[in-house]
């Protein structure tokens, strides 16, 4: 069964500095998919950047970079030079690899309960 | 541009009065979810479309419907809300092939849901 876990609850950061935030994961599968997410106050889930199983450099997306260590199974998201505008919830999620199939979880998201970053001025 | 519209973005009802929350996709994707999200939670999935065929998570209560009529749009219906049913709605679309991939879920802004 896939999981995700994200154990910081809360982070804060000051403005301008980079914060990472902490995601590991556990699956079966060889083929598979991390992604994180940003979800502001407004409730909008935002796709931030994808790395998948196989890649064998970390993603990278503008600020926001992917330290992907298949070995101990964590997806950590690297946010460089913070910004005020940052503050939101971020989500870890998994996918499996594989056909998409009904009834089983090929395909589907598991989310990790969320890390809330504040970004101090 | 193309994106994923949920309406409306907040919604009272009744404990027990019926309520449907909508969703519409211009992205033309083959798949879309409904997911409940409470306070600081994760959002959970209810169910999903895989163009036509419905698939329902295990947990999600007989309370919770959908309908999607077609490609673009996907209704989830609660047939008698009750005070735990108050969260956030997300619908997410994506487009998955049949040979499988892993693509990236888009999001709607939710629909904030009030149980009097």
């Known amino acids: 069964a896939q999981k995700i876990t994200q154990t910081q609850p809360g982070m804060f950061v000051q403005e301008k500095e980079a914060v990472t935030l902490d995601c590991t994961y556990d699956t079966s599968d060889q083929s598979y998919g991390l992604f994180w997410y940003k979800q502001p106050s407004s409730g909008e889930m935002i796709f931030l950047i994808y790395?998948?199983?196989?890649?064998?450099q970390n993603a990278t997306e503008g600020r926001y970079s992917l330290n992907f260590q298949k070995a101990r199974k964590s997806a950590n998201l690297v946010i460089s030079a913070s910004q005020l505008g940052d503050s939101a919830m971020y989500f870890c999620a998994m996918r499996e690899g594989g056909p998409f199939q009904l009834n089983t979880n090929a395909g589907k998201s598991t989310f990790g309960d969320g890390t809330t970053l504040t970004v101090k001025p | 541009d193309a994106m994923v519209i949920q309406n409306p973005r907040y919604q009272v009802t009744q404990f027990g009065k019926p309520v449907t929350l909508s969703c519409s996709q211009t992205l033309n994707h083959n798949v879309m979810y409904w997911y409940q999200q409470k306070s600081s939670q994760a959002p959970k999935l209810l169910f999903h479309y895989y163009d036509k065929d419905f698939n329902n998570e295990a947990d999600t209560p007989d309370n919770f419907q959908s309908r999607r009529p077609n490609t673009s749009f996907c209704f989830l219906d609660i047939r008698s809300p009750g005070l735990g049913d108050a969260a956030m709605y997300l619908c997410?679309?994506?487009?998955?092939?049949?040979?499988?991939?892993?693509?990236?879920?888009?999001f709607g802004p939710g629909t904030r849901l009030t149980v009097l």
């Open positions: 997410a679309t994506s487009r998955e092939r049949t040979g499988g991939g892993l693509n990236e879920q888009f």
């Open positions: 790395q998948g199983s196989y890649d064998e």
